[in-house]
Nanobody
């Protein structure tokens, strides 16, 4: 059973930065297509960023383009999300998600098989 563990959330002032990390373990694959989603209270889960299992292609939601950067480690079973120029509207629980090797990045949350438990990001104004 694949497990995803997120870290790096917290409280930051508007304009500040945070870095989230996610590590996958327990599966038979060593590489995954990985993504970050977020969900604010009363809102649907939103695609933030995704990176292909090869590490070549990355994609971003419109609201974070130019501010957030997704990357993965050499082993392709980790994904980091560097978040700069944070805004209060970025406040949400951020979830790491993964799909098996060979599957492409998708923006719909139901396309992802594995999920982390989430980490809270709060941006104060």
């Amino acid at each position: 059973q694949v497990q995803l563990v997120e870290s790096g959330g917290g409280l930051v002032q508007a304009g500040g930065s945070l870095r989230l990390s996610c590590a996958a373990s327990g599966g038979t694959d060593s590489t995954y297509t990985m993504a970050w989603f977020r969900q604010a209270p009363g809102k649907e889960r939103e695609f933030v960023a995704g990176i292909s299992w090869s590490g070549i292609n990355s994609y971003y939601g419109d609201s974070v383009k130019g501010r957030f950067t997704i990357s993965n480690g050499d082993a392709k079973n980790t994904a980091s999300l560097q978040m700069n120029s944070l805004k209060p509207e970025d406040t949400a629980v951020y979830y790491c998600a993964a799909r098996p090797r060979g599957y492409s990045v998708r923006t719909a949350h139901y396309e992802y098989e594995y999920w982390g438990r989430g980490t809270q990001v709060t941006v104060s104004s």
